[in-house]
């Protein structure tokens, strides 16, 4: 059975990406998108060689989505017996391949649950007028592209709420796999007494509060891995970060996966700020390692962390941010393995055969359905 997947763009390497080139490993499929950064794909651990750009697009909203809508609605693939669409922006892909399935991460963030918040903060008042008709346009297309897919699975029941609320569809959840593991480490890691961070530097995940509230915690320290965009708001965001950033706080822009691994077996606790997490990786992936999370009560966190793997804030601010590790700081200082057990349990239900076994069951169910109508 050969596979094609379809991805908005793999030149800035975060989760969705990561889910992308594991479902493209294990399923020996190739995968199509716009912008490509091989080196970085290759520091990820994939070989690369199953990823073909078909074209390049602007690195600044909105002409880099709307180009890679374009791009994808006009692809014409043969030779492939699946399509699977990995990328929000890529969903137009749908036009020329059947049968095929898309991995909703989330509707299109901007357009949808989080169109006031992007409206109010990073649009102009006067060219708001701009924006509202670009997202009204775009919620049309999106609509009328997604009536053409066979079936949706959802990364979350967060995604899966969304999926129906925005566009009328019910989904499965099938939740993302966990590729990174303290198995995979080559080498013994010693605690380094620090917190880390593992986001997009990008406004919605909310990384200045964890500036300000580390600016108040001057005998702890904090590493952030902050993959980021060339975009125009991307670098935007990212100077003010490092503006704000106090002097115990270490910025990495980017590391490579074995680089990552050995932040997450050398950390005392994970933080992460994002605003309704469709599902989020990497608090799963820290907990992978035996490490407990600090997160905001919302989105996707509610379903992966729990009192036994964690601290969630209700109503996330700076100073409730504070108080969580100063708490999980006095927890740990009493006994350091307090979360370790519960942490590697709960990151058990994320597997990769999990995951790759419920794609595989839909794919062959949407296949039978095709030989039954020819």
């Known amino acids: 059975m050969k596979v094609a997947i379809f991805h908005n763009y793999m030149d800035n390497i ?3 990406e990561v889910v992308s080139l594991v479902l493209a490993q294990e399923l ?17 651990g994939f070989s690369g060689d199953n990823v073909h750009s078909i074209g390049s697009i602007p690195i600044n909203a909105p002409f880099r989505q709307q180009l890679a809508l374009y791009k994808f609605s006009a692809l014409k693939l043969t030779g492939y017996d699946f399509y699977i669409i990995a990328g929000d922006w890529a969903v137009s892909a749908v036009n020329h391949h059947r049968p095929n399935l898309w991995c909703a991460h989330s509707p299109i963030r901007e357009i949808w649950d989080l169109y006031t918040y992007t409206r109010n903060r990073n649009v102009p008042p006067h060219t708001r007028w701009i924006f509202d008709s670009w997202v009204y346009l775009n919620r049309f297309l999106t609509r009328r592209y997604v009536k ?32 990174l593991s303290k198995d995979k480490l080559t080498k013994k890691i010693k605690p380094g007494g620090y917190w880390l961070s593992v986001n997009r530097l990008i406004d919605h995940k909310r990384v200045d509060m964890q500036m300000k509230a580390f600016s108040q915690l001057p005998d702890e320290k904090l590493i952030v891995v902050g993959c980021s965009e060339q975009s125009k708001h991307f670098k ?19 590391v490579s996966n ?19 997490e469709d599902f989020g990786l990497t608090p799963v992936e820290a907990m992978a390692f035996g490490k407990p999370v600090i997160a905001p009560y919302e989105g996707g966190y509610r379903e992966t962390i729990t009192s ?35 942490c590697l349990k709960q990151a058990k239900k994320f597997s990769t055969s999990i995951f790759i076994n419920k794609i595989k069951d839909n794919i062959n169910q949407q ?6 109508t020819r």
């Open 14 to 16: 975060g989760g969705a």
């Open 28 to 44: 020996g499929a190739d995968i199509y998108t716009t912008n490509a950064d091989y080196t970085k794909i290759k520091k990820m």
């Open 148 to 179: 053409k897919i066979n079936v949706i699975v959802s990364s979350s029941i967060t995604t899966q709420k969304r999926v129906k609320k925005y566009l009328g569809r019910d989904t499965e959840v099938v939740y993302p796999p966990l590729f």
């Open 236 to 254: 935007e965001y990212r100077s003010y970060i490092k503006r704000i950033k106090p002097s115990n706080v270490k910025i990495f822009s980017w």
């Open 258 to 276: 074995e680089k990552l691994m050995e932040l997450y077996a050398g950390c005392k606790g994970f933080i992460t700020t994002s605003k309704d």
């Open 308 to 342: 036994k793997t964690g601290i969630l804030i209700d109503d996330i601010n700076e100073t409730k941010l504070l108080a969580a590790i100063k708490k999980m700081n006095a927890q740990l200082e009493k006994k350091p393995n307090r979360y370790e057990k519960e």
């Open 367 to 372: 296949l039978k359905r095709k030989n039954r």
